[in-house]
């Protein structure tokens, strides 16, 4: 061989591209992702290596290249970026389904039913702790009360969370073991319900749970663990490769850390310290916390809350509720408060994500953070976030275009508050309220969450409320104020690339492109072309993450 044609074919060799290694080919897919603009694209098979996308394409372009790798048939079922919840309560949703669970009841006689079967079933438990009900379903018109509790445990204390975990109902026995009476004040930010006469009437709104929840033992390691274990499972069952875990303790990052030392994490957790108070100075000693454990475990915000809930009529609003023309709700920090705590986190380096549901909580923290950035303007290009931002006046939604804020919603809020939210605050307020369009055609990032164990963590009854506005039964026809529907596209995104943006993770998740971890997902139907009826009862039959796999559907 001539020099010349030598160097030749040595030139061509170096335009070809390079074979890549392979150690996993799942082909036969009808395979969907987002590219980095969020334009969706449609692949049949998807080539990974050592846990990461070397590709997607067709099934014989990546045959071709996939020599020795192991190989999954995905038998032409529908492939999926794995789903992101990008609010959610990990630990909650564990403790809630290892006690009594409440969620899904429809009266107040089926939870009461409930909480005497778990008694009995637990005769040694010192106290009776569990979650979940929701007045509002029940239709009663009114909170609960310690009396109707006693009618089914009155030897031994009860606890047991409203469904948005901004309120709780208490036993008599419990009520007299918290040393709380008549005479007992509200506290600040919270609220006692309380009987004709005065006294307490069962139900503890917000800040006043602290009377009751300090007495209230905490977990055992061991109750943390199995909490954590039922937990990881649940989110794998239904999809859900990573989660937003909205608020932990000192004691939660620590066994989140123990698991991503023994590989036990099957989700990716982007934890959310709550709070600046002691738990922040010892985790942020040493800084954000990021990528740990393989990119399993990250910690690199704080959890502020604002106000209440609207269920409860504890959410901030700048106008007394429709219902309830004597309250206004409530709100737990001064503005300068609000502020100083910002501005402690964004010193820090890191991160802030706000609850604030009302209107006046909202306006309270838009205010909040330009007044922390002036003192602190590198905080700004943190993707500082408003959890909830669920009721707004129209004037205050274009604040988070300058303020450069993420809306972290929840769209299956909508559907469940669609119920009692007109009448907690009137036709006018619903304008600025679950206004997913308002904020995503004024470019704001909407990352979509769940906030489970206060709605389910199936995302795909998170992307059915966010395409449909609707109820399982499909009502109300068309939707709850549709005008403020997304797309399917704007939905996915919404769970994937947008959340793993509001984790500063789209670099690495949320697609499935070259270089990014691969997770993913397998489903039944195609939620992307099937009818949008159809979304909300997705089965999921496999779950992988960083090539792995961590569910598998019993055939």
Known sequence: MNRTLRLSMLALLALAPAIQAADLLVNNVNGYTLDSHGKLQHFQALLVD?????????????????KGAKVIDGRGETLLPGLIDAHGHVMDLGYARNSVDLTGTTSLDEALAKVKAYAASHPDAKWIVGGGWNQEIWKLGRFPTASELDTVVSDRPVWLSRIDGHAAWANTAAIKLAGVSKATKDPSGGRIERDADGKPAGVFVDGATNLMGSKVPPPTRQEAAAALDTALSEMASVGLTGVGDAGIDLDTYNLYRQYADANKLTARLYAMVRGTGHAFDVISKDGPLIGYGNDFLTVRTVKLFADGALGSRGAAMLKPYSDDPHNRGLLFLKPAEMTADIGKALGKGYQVAIHAIGDRANHEVLDSYAAAYKTHPNGIALRNRVEHAQILTLQDIPRFVPLHLIASMQPTHATSDMNMAEDRIGHQRIGGAYAWQHFLKQGTVVAGGSDFPVESPNPFYGLYSAVTREDHQGKPPGGWYPDQDMTMTEALRAFTLDAAYAEHSEKTLGTLEPGKWADFILIDHDVIKDPASKIWNTKVLQ?????????AAHD
């Open 543 to 551: 779950t992988w993450v960083g090539g792995k796999q961590v569910y």
């Open 50 to 66: 050592q846990g990461k996308v070397v590709a997607t394409g067709s099934n014989g372009e990546l045959a071709a290249r996939a």
